[in-house]
């Protein structure tokens, strides 16, 4: 009896089918998700319950990146290279303000950035992937990376631990939510589009006292406020090509109505989309900071803790993807991705091997349309019927 020759055509339907078929379990596997969100790190009860669908969906997995990581592996039939897919699965130290069935349990800690929606649609993906996988060329990996959002990030860690190398990983795709744009809709871009981020410590040291005996006293305060004020004029002045962005959102005087305090603290951000810029700023600002210390009669400790490089979409990739996409599900659905400020610790895969980051909406049927990062934020969950579908359509046709 002969072997079946199927078309991509006949991938194509047979994808939609079973995605439509499974998409009740899908959501359930978000609801599931959002539910007893973890933060980054921490993540086992997560992992756990995601390494267990897919061993019962017949997936292995291999658990030697650690409990809260779960990296699946679906060996296709044909002759090919190894694709990479990835979701990471931590949430955040948000109190969930929605009134919902499937509201965070867990006091102070929510999904609020999507990650939920991410691993729910991979374990989609993972299943259709795994029940076509007589028609698959090479090897997926599936990755549900925990520590997106806190830095180092989880990615560099599954990287050093030899993820990338063991397997042979050619490419990489990952995808995130997007409530600025409708259910349906898919965002691709190409080159540079997202920032760097870095964070900043910064702190001002004296000797603090009375108000009214500045003789006999240094000034923490306006150290600190100087610095600031001296960072905003940097930041106005510096010319660049690049985009820019140094912020603080946390400042510490603990001293009184007449007290100047021993110690002053400020905690920001440093977004850059150049690495040379990035160096500069960051001398800069160390030599900003001692400026103000001396004019005081302080000192100074300065101290960057790196966060992750600029994410860089792989251009041949993209194009390749965009134009699947536009296939999969009608090329009115695609969109630009546009560069933004945010970072994301994805970058770290496209430093290595050619990778496509995109966006799919999240907004309709009345959510979605509170931006990530907010505890009121909530997806359309019929989003999922797509996202899990065209990640396992991706991961097939680019490896054509």
């Known amino acids: 009896m002969e072997n079946k020759i199927y078309t991509m055509s006949d991938i194509k339907n047979e994808i939609k089918k079973l995605s439509q078929q499974i998409f009740n379990d899908v959501v359930s596997y978000r609801r599931h998700i959002h539910q007893y969100p973890e933060l980054a790190f921490n993540e086992f009860e997560t992992a756990a319950y995601i390494r267990d669908i897919l061993s019962k969906n017949g997936i292995e997995t291999d658990n030697s990146f650690g409990d809260n990581a779960v990296i699946g592996i679906i060996e296709g039939s044909l002759p090919g290279k190894t694709i990479g897919l990835r979701a990471d699965i931590d949430a955040l130290e948000i109190i969930e303000l929605n009134v919902c069935e499937y509201k965070s349990t867990k006091s102070g800690i929510m999904h609020a950035c999507g990650h939920d929606a991410h691993?729910?649609?991979?374990?989609?993906?993972?299943?259709?992937?795994n029940q076509l996988k007589d028609r698959i060329k090479g090897r997926i990996i599936l990755v549900f990376q925990p520590a997106e959002e806190k830095n180092p990030g989880g990615a560099i860690g599954l990287i050093e631990k030899g993820l990338l190398t063991k397997y042979n990983i050619s490419k990489?795709?990952?995808?995130?939510?997007?409530p600025e744009n409708e259910t349906g809709k898919f965002l691709f871009g190409s080159g540079l589009l997202m920032a760097s981020t870095d964070e900043l410590f910064v702190s001002f040291y004296g000797k603090g006292?009375?108000?009214?005996?500045?003789?006999?006293?240094?000034?923490?305060?306006?150290?600190?406020v100087d610095f600031i004020s001296e960072t905003m004029d940097f930041q106005k002045k510096l010319e660049s090509e690049f985009p820019f962005i140094i912020a603080f959102g946390k400042i510490v005087a603990e001293g009184a109505v007449?007290?100047?305090?021993?110690?002053?603290?400020?905690?920001?951000?440093?977004?850059?989309?150049?690495?040379?810029?990035r160096k500069h700023i960051k001398m800069q600002l160390h030599l900003i900071a001692v400026k103000s210390a001396k004019k005081y009669n302080c000192t100074s400790k300065f101290e960057v803790c790196a966060g992750y490089p600029s994410l860089i979409n792989d251009e041949?990739?993209?194009?390749?993807?965009?134009?699947?996409?536009?296939?999969?599900?009608?090329?009115?659905?695609?969109?630009?991705?546009?560069?933004?400020?945010?970072a994301e610790d994805f970058a770290y895969y496209s430093r290595e091997i050619p990778s496509v980051f995109y966006r799919f909406g999240v907004t309709g049927n009345g959510k979605g349309n509170v931006n990530v990062h907010n505890?009121?934020?909530?997806?359309?969950e019929s989003s999922l019927l797509n996202s899990s579908a065209l990640m396992a359509w991706l991961a097939i046709e680019i490896n054509q």
Do not use: C, W, Y
């Open 119 to 129: 691993a729910a649609s991979l374990l989609g993906s993972a299943i259709i992937l």
């Open 172 to 178: 990489m795709l990952g995808q995130h939510v997007s």
């Open 209 to 224: 006292g009375h108000a009214a005996l500045p003789h006999t006293r240094s000034d923490t305060v306006l150290a600190l």
């Open 258 to 277: 007449n007290v100047i305090p021993d110690e002053t603290i400020t905690h920001g951000t440093m977004r850059t989309l150049d690495e040379d810029l």
């Open 316 to 342: 041949k990739l993209t194009n390749i993807t965009k134009k699947a996409a536009a296939e999969f599900i009608g090329i009115e659905n695609i969109k630009e991705l546009k560069l933004r400020m945010t």
């Open 375 to 380: 505890p009121k934020f909530d997806i359309d």
